[in-house]
């Protein structure tokens, strides 16, 4: 079973490049999420997908955009990126029963612009 | 809005310890509870969790009791190994409508032989 595939697993980007991270579940899930996790601060939401063809902002949207390309894929674009973008990012996914199964995670891709 | 604390980190502990992360929470109503495990370069892992009041989430030698006259959630072990050295998510879930996971902001645990 894959789960959740992020790719890339690294990146470095110079500041004003633009960038995609994708993401693919192989579960059926409906829901899927952008997470970012910064030293001290856990993990704060960006973007997610209630169900195919719906996004919706998080806690910090500004920077990124989102693609839901289809049920299983999920993209987070940087159109621009900055310094404060520097950051580890996850992608989760989840079914209908969330309260009892919680969110699948990706590994994740670490992300540094310079 | 919903919310999770968590005890600050890191906890250093000898191996053989006992460990106790304490984690309460702040809601609207009666949330499912969660407890997440990030080992060194990895995505976040399902631990445990409980879906109403008295249940008992456990796995690995890990434990927690939801505690609604508490609001609380701890995680607690009798005897961690070096290979528990990991952070720790305590997370909620509203059980109405379409919710998002809350986290909390994570308590990193060193275990030294």
């Known amino acids: 079973n894959a789960g959740v595939t992020q790719t890339p697993k690294f990146q470095v980007l110079k500041t004003g490049q633009s960038m995609t991270l994708q993401c693919a579940q192989d579960?059926?899930?409906?829901?899927m999420y952008w997470y970012r996790q910064d030293p001290g601060m856990g993990l704060r939401l960006i973007y997610y997908?209630?169900?195919?063809?719906?996004?919706d902002k998080g806690e910090v949207p500004n920077g990124y955009n989102v693609s839901r390309l289809n049920k299983r894929e999920f993209s987070l674009r940087l159109e621009s990126a900055a310094p404060s973008q520097t950051s580890v990012y996850f992608c989760?996914?989840?079914?209908?029963?969330?309260?009892?199964?919680?969110?699948?995670f990706g590994s994740g891709t670490r992300l540094t612009v310079v | 809005g919903d919310s999770v604390t968590q005890m600050e980190g890191p906890v250093t502990l000898s191996e053989e310890a006992c460990l106790t992360i304490?984690?309460?929470?702040?809601?609207?109503?009666?949330?499912?509870l969660f407890w997440y495990v990030q080992y060194p370069g990895e995505g976040l892992q399902l631990l445990l969790k409980?879906?109403?009041?008295?249940d008992k989430g456990s796995n690995k030698g890990f434990e927690a009791t939801y505690r609604k006259e508490t609001t609380s959630f701890h995680l607690e072990k009798g005897s961690v190994q070096v290979s528990d050295s990991a952070v720790y998510f305590c997370?909620?879930?509203?059980?109405?409508?379409?919710?998002?996971?809350?986290f909390g902001t994570g308590t990193r645990l060193l275990v030294s032989p």
């Open positions: 409980a879906t109403k009041a008295d």
């Open positions: 989760a996914s989840s079914e209908a029963t969330v309260t009892n199964y919680g969110y699948t």
């Open positions: 997908s209630a169900s195919e063809g719906t996004t």
């Open positions: 997370a909620l879930i509203m059980n109405t409508g379409f919710q998002k996971l809350v």
């Open positions: 304490n984690c309460t929470y702040t809601a609207t109503g009666y949330p499912s």
């Open positions: 579960m059926n899930h409906n829901s």
